[in-house]
């Protein structure tokens, strides 16, 4: 059974640091990107950042480029999104997930909060 735990959120101050992590198990995360995502109540999930399993490339959404990180470690089966410089913005559950064309795997998610 495929199982994603994101662990990591909290609440922080504005300028502040949280690393998110995303274990997974029945999976080898490297066999697929992953992405995370974020979503506030009453909007759409929407993407933050996306790394390649094929060459390791990362992509951001505009609005974290620069303060956010995606990383791998493939040995633990793992991935981690490094935030910086949070902002209020940036408050939202986050997900992490990978997907192929027979499968699509979520996690829980974990609450981001940065109050104003």
């Known amino acids: 059974q495929v199982q994603l735990v994101e662990s990591g959120g909290g609440l922080v101050q504005p300028g502040g640091s949280l690393r998110l992590a995303c274990e997974v198990s029945?999976?080898?995360?490297?066999?697929?990107?992953t992405t995370w995502f974020r979503q506030v109540p009453g909007k759409e999930r929407e993407g933050v950042a996306c790394?390649?399993?094929?060459?390791?490339?990362?992509n951001y959404a505009d609005f974290v480029k620069g303060r956010f990180t995606i990383s791998r470690d493939s040995a633990k089966n793992m991935v981690f999104l490094q935030m910086n410089s949070l902002k209020p913005e940036d408050t939202a559950v986050y997900y992490c997930?990978?997907?192929?064309?027979?499968?699509?795997?979520w996690g829980q998610g974990t609450q981001v909060t940065v109050p104003s």
């Open positions: 997930n990978t997907h192929g064309a027979s499968y699509d795997y």
């Open positions: 029945g999976f080898t995360v490297s066999y697929s990107a």
């Open positions: 790394i390649s399993n094929v060459d390791g490339r990362t």
